[in-house]
């Protein structure tokens, strides 16, 4: 009988997990043993009752390295490190988010060590794998907390009031990025009463982000800049400076802005300068979601929140952490989905390369890295 791996994440700062109760009670019913870590789920308000409740055993933490070990199957949140790859047993398959480019050694120990690498955040962009797309998942998690943080910052109230001592205005939210993480900052600004405007490259998006209530600010050449797949291409910089020229008004009299704007492996364009922050009125917010990525604001700081010119700028790393409980739940759901993909008769583990969805997020198998980027990444290393 396969042996499925769910460890506790190690990454400070994360309290998601990779399988819940119920994702465990569907794998042990396909015919998978499965071993949950101490406390993998304590942070998400899953205690290891109701793993073992599901079916599953709990690994005590210093049985930890034998787990990685004689597993077949590891399911993870966040990418493995250097020492976790190390441990994982030859011809074994590992679920997770890997960010191949920020993680090449890992990657590279995969492939020495003949894991067979599924990485969620290769998944292609097609309706089959919208179930397993966990980048949407968690962006749906990051924008309705985004604007969470933004409110509490504020100094101000978010809807209209009219009340004996007089009206309140409704707060002005300007939103950079339509896609799932900026559709739902609108969605939650909107619901909070807020007026919202939001920009994007893409043209596309313009009757989604009205359909939310919301209006869009068109910035000549939007359209070109969507590309086959419906992601964000990077931008020129003459488009960046037109959007910056059409936003920069609205930007100056928002008293929320939530920028979201990323381009998939590659540093996230600024979109707020430092002039524009100066712009602002005292007392505005902004939440920076693409600060892991090298942030959409000048002035953000990762993992930080600052003041710059009386403005706040919110630079939390891993919003969906910070809701782990339904994070986790939707990401094991995403991963489940995945699984179900290769998951055969009676537990056996069984990847068909036939299907364009496997193959599309295949990292590493065999002993081969099967995705050109990082394939080409890890060939520059060794030649430097």
């Known amino acids: 009988m396969p042996t499925v791996f769910i460890p506790k994440e190690t990454l400070p700062g994360e309290t998601r997990v990779a399988a819940t109760p119920d994702t465990v009670k569907r794998l042990v019913k396909a015919g998978l043993s499965v071993q ?3 406390a993998a789920g ?3 308000r899953m205690p290891d009752a109701s793993f073992e409740q599901a079916g599953a055993s709990i690994v005590a933490s210093q049985g930890e390295q034998a787990a990685w070990g004689g597993a077949d199957l590891v399911l993870k ?3 493995p490190s250097e020492a976790e790859a190390g441990l994982m047993k030859e011809g074994a398959l590992l679920v997770s988010t890997i960010l191949p480019s920020q993680n090449l050694a890992a990657v590279s120990t995969l492939r020495e060590r003949g894991v067979t690498t599924l990485a969620l955040d290769l998944l292609p962009r097609i309706s089959r794998a919208q179930s397993m797309d966990v980048l949407s998942s968690q962006a749906t998690v990051g924008g309705y907390k985004a604007v969470l943080l933004g409110a509490t910052h504020l100094s101000k109230l978010c ?4 009340t004996a001592a007089g009206t309140v205005a409704p707060a002005k939210v300007v939103v950079f990025g339509a896609g799932v993480a900026g559709l739902i900052a609108i969605a939650t600004a909107r ?3 807020c007026v919202v405007e939001a920009t994007d490259v893409r043209m596309a998006v313009k ?3 009205e359909s939310l209530g919301a209006r869009f600010i068109d910035v000549p050449g939007s359209e070109d800049l969507e590309d086959e797949r419906g992601y964000a291409k990077e931008a020129t910089p ?3 400076e037109r959007q910056r020229e059409e936003v920069a008004k609205r930007v100056a009299e928002a008293d929320l802005v939530i920028t979201t704007a990323q381009v998939p492996g590659r540093k996230a364009p600024v979109l707020i300068s430092a002039d524009m922050v100066r712009s602002m009125q005292p007392g505005a917010v902004i939440v920076d979601m693409a600060v892991e990525s090298g942030g959409n604001c000048e002035l953000s700081e990762a993992g930080k929140v600052v003041e710059a010119e009386g403005v706040t700028i919110v630079g939390f790393k891993n919003l969906p952490a910070t809701v ?3 994070a986790s739940e939707l990401f094991a759901k995403n991963v489940h989905s995945l699984v179900k993909l290769f998951l055969k008769e009676e537990g056996a583990l069984e990847p068909d390369w036939e299907d364009e969805v496997l193959a599309g997020c295949r990292l590493t198998h065999a002993g081969e890295v099967h995705h050109e980027p990082t394939k080409e990444a890890l060939a520059g290393e060794v030649t430097s």
């Open 36 to 38: 949950v870590e101490a």
């Open 42 to 44: 304590a942070e998400a």
């Open 77 to 79: 949140v966040q990418p």
């Open 159 to 162: 809807p209209l009031l009219m």
């Open 191 to 193: 619901r909070l009463g």
């Open 207 to 209: 009757e989604q982000v």
């Open 238 to 240: 003459e488009f960046l």
């Open 324 to 326: 782990p409980f339904h």
